[in-house]
C-alpha cells in the first residue's frame, strides 16, 4: 500500500464521523457490548489501543461486530502492525512516525494514521506522501491555536486531532478547516465499560456523533 492510498483509507475512515473512540479496554469479554453501543450511538470507527493485554482480544472481538471498523492505536513496532492486523484491525494509528513503523504499515497494507506534533513532522510526512495525520498531543501541543497555526502554511495536510479533547473541546477544533475528526476517549469513560452502562455510552455516542 502506498502512502497516498493509506491517506486516502484514512480519510474515508475518519470522514465516518466526527468522532473516533480512542479506547483503552482491560477486559475482552465487554468488547463485544462495547462496539455495539457505540456503533448503535453513530460512531463506527473504533481505535483500540494496544496498551493493554487484552487489546488483540478485544479487536478480535470488535471485529466481529457489524457495522463496525476496528483499528489498533499505539502502533510502534512492526510487531504490533502485525499482531493488530492477523487480529482483524484494519486501520493502525500510531503516537509519532517512523521510517521502519511506515515501512510495516505499507507493506503489510495497513492504513495508518501516523501522529504528528510539529510542522516539520507533517512536512516529513507530507513528503513521503501522507496527506492525513494524527496530531498528538493534541492539548499538551497547544490546542486548536496550533492546530491552526499548522495548517495556514501546509493545507495539503488534514488532521484528526487526540489526546486531551473533550466533547466542548471537540466542536473547537472541528471548526477548523484542516480537521476532519477527533479523537476522544470520553465517550467510552471506563467507570461505565465497567459498570456495562451500554445505553449511557449510546448516548454518548449519539451526543459525539451529532457534532459537526
Not at 43 to 62: F, G, K, Q, S, W
Not at 118 to 139: D, W
Not at 163 to 187: F, M
Amino acid at each position: 500500500m502506498t502512502p497516498q492510498d493509506a491517506s486516502t483509507a484514512a480519510a474515508k475512515i475518519c470522514l465516518m464521523a466526527p468522532v473516533v473512540p480512542v479506547l483503552v479496554v482491560d477486559d475482552a469479554s465487554l468488547a463485544g457490548d462495547l462496539a455495539q453501543a457505540l456503533i448503535t450511538g453513530g460512531l463506527p470507527a473504533l481505535e483500540v489501543t494496544l496498551r493493554t493485554p487484552a487489546a488483540l482480544d478485544v479487536i478480535r472481538e470488535m471485529a466481529k461486530v457489524p457495522g463496525g471498523v476496528v483499528g489498533a492505536g499505539t502502533l510502534l513496532t512492526p510487531k504490533d502492525v502485525e499482531n493488530a492486523k492477523e487480529a482483524g484491525a484494519t486501520f493502525g494509528v500510531s503516537p509519532g512516525a517512523t521510517d521502519i513503523l511506515l515501512q510495516a504499515c505499507e507493506a503489510n497494507d495497513m492504513p495508518l494514521l501516523p501522529g504528528t506534533a510539529t510542522a516539520t513532522e507533517a512536512m516529513r510526512l507530507l513528503e513521503r506522501g501522507y496527506t492525513v495525520q494524527k496530531f498528538f498531543p493534541a492539548e499538551a501541543n497547544g490546542g486548536v491555536a496550533a492546530l491552526k497555526g499548522i495548517g495556514a502554511p501546509i493545507p495539503q495536510v488534514k488532521f484528526c486531532p487526540t489526546g486531551g479533547i473533550d466533547l466542548k473541546k471537540a466542536s473547537d477544533y472541528l471548526a477548523l478547516s484542516n480537521t476532519l475528526c477527533v479523537g476522544g476517549s470520553w465517550v467510552a469513560p471506563k467507570d461505565m465499560v465497567n459498570a456495562k452502562d451500554w445505553a449511557g455510552i449510546t448516548a454518548l455516542a449519539k451526543e459525539a456523533a451529532a457534532l459537526n
